[in-house]
């Protein structure tokens, strides 16, 4: 029996298992390795947070992104995005060099047994352990409008579902959404020739500013200092204190993380937008149905009331995700019913992002309405390793099973990067 099993090996689960390693514990990890930004995202596409915001965790601080690109003749600099193949080459480097051998199996369901619990795999092996961390990043969230759910993936499909736009080239495309998916994606598909409109319920669309220069006057630091989620003391808060975050009122934090950064477009995809995709501002969807071609939308106008129709191709709903406790479908059903459960919907996350059943670690946006925004991006995946790979050796401990776990060296407690 294991001590730790990671469901997911994405940057949270990556970092979750980097620390429990050097904690000394017995781990497995399994998942296809940075398989998100490997499957479902398109080639062209680029990080929207900073190089430096973008690290994966491991506990001495050497395998940042920032040491991938210097080993490979490039600079991770601030003020210029990292292109999405660069991260998942960089997720791929971390996991060879800090994470022992990742068992490419999907799990297909996780249900307690007596002292701990137990996994199924893909092709029917059981593995066992003492704790679990379900770190499975955004795809089990997929959030798609009511109006469009009753068409196939050929007439609608979500942005997180394609890893390459060619099937679009020289189409007719409606984007659905009003952020950096929505926005990018639309770019992407108007550079191949594909005839794209954004279609969004705002009535403008919001831009990020180009960051400030890294190094600049004290004053105008300590006005509006750096995060890993923006300029600003407030998502310097969110960013660098999800452990003062947790204190919050439990509606104060669903609130924040359902509200805080809402969407926005990057700084430099902006000129890729406004000069040649037609964007349709304070519009929403309130029907769909297949006609010869594609798909036919009823669209209303919500500042005039008035509807009109609109024929497209395709519909891709660049609409995000909401991390429900109902969406954990691998976990059985007497585990994910029982999962005590936030304002949103999301599972209630306590000390050291353990569940409400204990030895059950969560990871990732699903613990966003616990200690807040950071945990939408990887960003967060540094406060996470440490905090839960603790939370795991105190629940071995309590459970009278941490016998064999070693206690951590100074190097250990002392050693985990702080965010830049």
Request: hydrophobic share 40%.
């Amino acid at each position: 029996m294991y001590d730790l099993l990671v469901v997911g090996a994405g940057p949270y689960g990556l970092s979750i298992a980097s620390h429990a390693v050097t904690a000394g514990l017995d781990v497995r990890v399994l998942g296809r390795p940075m398989a998100s930004w490997r499957d479902h995202m398109p080639r062209g596409m680029f990080l929207k947070s900073e190089p430096w915001a973008s690290n994966l965790s491991d506990p001495g601080g050497r395998l940042s992104l920032a040491a991938y690109c210097a080993g490979r003749g490039t600079e991770a600099r601030h003020g210029h995005p990292i292109p999405v193949e660069t991260f998942a080459e960089y997720g791929l480097w971390f996991a060879r060099n800090a994470v022992p051998e990742i068992d490419e199996r999907m799990v297909t369901r996780v249900a307690p047994v007596p002292g701990g619990f137990e996994a199924l795999t893909d092709d029917g092996r059981v593995l066992r352990a003492r704790a679990v961390a379900l770190a499975v990043g955004v795809m089990p969230f997929v959030e798609i409008p009511p109006a469009l759910r009753g068409l196939g993936p050929a007439l609608v499909s979500h942005s997180s579902h394609h890893s390459d736009l060619d099937r679009f080239r020289d189409g007719d495309v409606t984007v659905v959404g009003g952020g950096q998916a929505a926005l990018e994606t639309a770019a992407l598909l108007a550079e191949q020739g594909t005839r794209v409109r954004v279609l969004a319920r705002a009535d403008a669309l919001s831009w990020n500013d180009v960051p400030p220069p890294w190094v600049r006057p004290w004053w105008r630091s300590a006005r509006s200092p750096h995060s890993g989620l923006g300029c600003g003391w407030r998502n310097w808060f969110y960013s660098e204190r999800p452990g003062l975050y947790r204190l919050l009122p439990e509606t104060t934090r669903a609130r924040v993380a359902g509200t805080a950064l809402g969407p926005a477009g990057a700084w430099w995809v902006r000129d890729r937008v406004e000069p040649a995709v037609e964007v349709l501002l304070g519009h929403e969807v309130t029907a769909a149905r297949a006609v010869p071609g594609g798909v036919r939308l009823d669209v209303r106008d919500r500042a005039a009331g008035t509807s009109r129709v609109l024929d497209t191709g395709h519909v891709i709903a660049a609409t995000g995700f909401t991390a429900r406790r109902e969406r954990l479908s691998l976990l059985c059903d007497e585990l994910r019913t029982g999962l005590a459960a936030v304002a949103d919907g999301s599972p209630a996350v306590g000390r050291d992002f353990e569940s409400s059943q204990p030895g059950l670690f969560l990871a990732g946006l699903v613990t966003a309405s616990g200690y807040g925004p950071a945990m939408r991006f990887v960003h967060g995946a540094t406060y996470t390793a440490g905090s839960l790979v603790r939370g795991v050796r105190r629940h071995l401990r309590a459970t009278g099973q941490g016998a064999a776990v070693p206690a951590p060296s100074s190097r250990e407690r002392t050693a985990a990067p702080a965010g830049r």
